[in-house]
């Protein structure tokens, strides 16, 4: 997508707050009858969603260069175990500061400002106010966290991997990505309020900034610093993803107000509530401690088994990061919806949202269950990344991919959650549980299993979450219709189940893995969308016969005019 389409992700209604929510917290009143003009169209919603995939699918390649470039030059042995063990640092400060944590505080929360400003309310101007009361405090409590850190390596090391038989190469690494913590906050801070401005293009940008620094880091300093390379490419990444947002958000937080707008009369912004602060993030520490959990029990194993887990994880999720662009772009949407208290739009919003991203993450799945070993031949097996080393994580991506259904749910369904800026510690109970049962799983799978159990018990976990946030859902949240979305959700899930025997067979009828991987991919994608139309699964269907109506009744005016 050209840039042209993300500046109009930020202008002008973006930035002058009339697609804002109100205030988190606000209550209902006579103005809540009255939404706030210049909601964004179904079009900008698809163009904003293409750009965030495409900067993802980008991203997402470069994050598999990455992979293949640490496969090669390092392999899957105990050099390669002792950096992800300090890789562990960067995924949590990524969950917990990007991702998810302070998004769903900080998005509602710019919302609230920008509304404010429309109205031409609050002196200061109330982005800037907001700025001030919180990124100074912010940056204070991440540089120290980050110096805790550096300073206890020894200690974050011996509890991440008590098992791993050198610590002294994941401590150095440890102490270099450490430092993660204060880039990735900021980064995180940028990215949550550039997208309350609908502003996706620098936001998208920071994993393609993020993985060239750590690829160029492993080819030129990895012959002389070994591992150590890539842990310092960390380091300038996060860098990196603070430059390439900096200049975008300081424009709109200093520049000029904009139109006054339509907004609510509701009550003024609060600052941001510690309770759901901690709730929020505390929820995203609990998510993320599933790979921590991953880390303890491999640890014990032989050589090799970090690695394989972190191969298989992280291209088995590649359908879930695709897919969870959707309601990356649609949150502050379904926030503005509970504010005006339109519920019904955003429930509607929120089950479309649900079934789309379902639909792309079981065809995902489908692909990663039926060709594996194709995948991770032709990504990684060169260099120091052997047969048995495919063999491997091949086997443990199978069963990975069972629970990326759960994976997604979870990640669309916690935003309902917290839409509406009010603190809410149901997310957090239900991921407990699901770690509880991770960790029970785990205990009882990796002695008869090894890595494959670890990677079971992590599918079962997620999927035990995922199915209490679905019951969770009521009117502190969005009032999802459970029972109708489980029923739907059944046509995708049946038409992937037979999309991946198909490309069983399909990849068995070639030699190279190449042909096979591409033929099971053409295979699973047909039979999956001819199952999905003819099952109308996601109303896709409907959605087909309303293109193909469109577009002869393009193609018609355009020969009539012609005429």
Known sequence: MRPQAARTAGAPGAGT???????????PGPAAARPVQGAPSGRFLARAALLSAALSIAGAILGLGRDQALAHLFGAGAETDAFLVAWTVPELAATLLIEDGLAFVLVPAFSAALALRARGKGVPDPVRALVAASLPRLCLALAATAAALVAGAPLVVSVLAPGLRDTSLAVACTRLTATCVLSF???????????????????????????????????????????????????????????VQAPSLARRVVGRPGRRALAYDGEESRPLAPGLVCAVLLFAL????????????????????????????????????????VCVVTFPVVAQAIAEGDTRRARDRVERDLLLMACLVLLGAAVVVACAPQIIQVLFQRGAFTARDTAATASVMRVYATGLLGQTLVGALVRSYFAAGRTNWFPLGAMGVGALATVAIGTWAVGPWGACGIAAANAAGITVTALLLLHGLGPGSVPVRVRRFLADLARPLLAAVCAAAAGLFSAGLFASPAAALTACCICVSTVFLVLTFLLDAAGSRSLLLSVGHNLRHSVTRKVGHGR
Do not use: D
């Not at 707050?17 to 209550?27: D, F, K």
């Not at 995180?188 to 940008?205: E, V």
């Not at 993985?211 to 960390?234: D, E, K």
């Not at 050589?303 to 291209?315: C, F, P, T, W």
């Open 286 to 325: 609990c998510r993320q401690s599933q790979v921590l959990i991953e880390r303890y029990l491999a640890s014990g194993l032989p050589a090799g088994a970090i690695s394989h887990l972190n191969y298989a994880q992280k291209v088995a999720q590649l359908p879930m990061s695709l897919s969870l662009m």
């Open 17 to 27: 707050g009339t697609h804002g929510p109100p205030p988190a917290g606000g209550g």
């Open 185 to 243: 906050g900021l980064a995180g801070y940028c990215s949550a309020a550039l997208r309350a401005h609908r502003s996706y293009l620098a936001p998208g940008a920071i994993y393609i900034a993020y993985n060239i620094a750590i690829i160029a880091s492993m080819f030129v300093l990895g012959a002389h610093w070994g591992v150590r390379s890539a842990a310092l490419g960390v380091a300038l990444g996060g860098c990196l993803m603070v430059a």
